[in-house]
C-alpha cells in the first residue's frame, strides 16, 4: 500500500530564505507526483506536476525534483515570501488508469509560515 | 463554471442527522473525485465518477456514506446517521479525463461538523 510522508510537518522562516519540503513515498512505482498548496479555508490548488519520466519541474520560483527509485521528491522555494505561507501538500498517483487505481494518494502536508 | 463550487461551505449538524453535500464541477470535466481532510490527516479518497461509467466506491468508509453524479454533471455526497467522526473537510475535484495527464482541480470544500 503506498505511503506519502512530508517532513518537516511545519516550518517557519524569515522573508528571504530559500528553503525546501521533503515528500517521500513507499512504492516507486508511480505514475506521477504532484506538488499542491492549500490556503485556509480554500481548496487545493495544483502548483508542480512530475510525470515519472521526468527528474525536475520549475514554475517560477518553485522547483520540484522527483527521484523515483529513492522514493523521494523535493519543493525548492527560492526567496521565500509571506505569501508563500500555506500548507504544501505532496500527492502521488500510481496509475494512468481513473478511480481508486489512479487516485491520488497524499501526504499530511508541511504547513510553512514566512515572516515578514 | 470557472472552477468546481462547492456547497454549503460550512454545516454544523446533531449526531444522528442525515447531510448532503453538493459538488459542482467545471463544465466539460468528466472526471469527478470526493475526498474527505480530516484533522492531523492527509486527504481520503472516496468515491469517483467517470462519465456514464458506474462509480468507483471502494473508499467510502461505510454505507452510511453514498453519492450520487445526475448527467454527469452535478454530484451529491449523503452522509446518514452522522457520526462525530465524520466531522472533516470534503473536497471535490474534477479533471478533463481520466489520464494522469490531467491536472484535477479542486473546491474549497465543506466542512462538516457533527456535534
Known amino acids: 500500500k503506498q505511503e506519502v510522508t512530508q517532513i518537516p510537518a511545519a516550518l517557519s522562516v524569515p522573508e528571504g530564505e530559500n528553503l525546501v519540503l521533503n515528500c517521500s513515498f513507499t512504492d516507486s512505482a508511480i505514475y506521477n507526483l504532484q506538488w499542491f498548496r492549500q490556503d485556509p479555508g480554500k481548496g487545493l490548488t495544483s502548483l508542480l506536476l512530475i510525470q515519472s519520466s521526468q527528474r525536475e519541474q520549475t514554475s517560477g520560483r518553485l522547483n520540484a525534483s522527483l527521484d523515483k527509485s529513492s522514493g523521494r521528491s523535493t519543493l525548492y522555494i527560492a526567496a521565500s515570501q509571506p505569501g508563500d505561507s500555506a500548507t504544501y501538500l505532496c500527492?502521488?498517483?500510481?496509475?494512468?488508469?481513473?478511480?481508486?487505481?489512479?487516485?491520488?494518494?497524499f501526504g499530511k502536508g508541511t504547513k510553512l509560515s514566512v515572516k515578514p | 463554471g470557472a472552477g468546481v463550487s462547492q456547497s454549503p461551505s460550512n454545516k454544523v449538524t446533531e449526531k444522528g442527522k442525515d447531510v448532503e453535500l453538493r459538488c459542482d464541477p467545471i463544465s466539460g470535466h468528466t472526471a469527478l473525485y470526493w475526498y474527505r481532510q480530516s484533522l492531523g490527516q492527509g486527504l481520503e479518497f472516496l468515491i469517483y465518477f467517470q462519465g456514464n461509467s458506474a462509480p468507483d466506491k471502494s473508499g467510502l468508509p461505510s454505507d452510511r456514506f453514498s453519492a450520487e453524479r445526475t448527467g454527469g454533471s452535478v454530484s451529491t455526497l449523503t452522509i446518514q446517521r452522522t457520526q462525530q467522526e465524520d466531522s472533516a473537510v470534503y473536497l471535490c475535484?474534477?479533471?478533463?479525463?481520466?489520464?494522469?495527464?490531467?491536472?484535477?482541480?479542486f473546491g474549497a470544500g465543506s466542512r462538516l461538523t457533527v456535534l
Open positions: 475535484a474534477s479533471s478533463r479525463g481520466v489520464s494522469g495527464a490531467n491536472v484535477l482541480t
Open positions: 500527492a502521488v498517483r500510481s496509475s494512468d488508469y481513473g478511480g481508486s487505481q489512479g487516485n491520488l494518494i
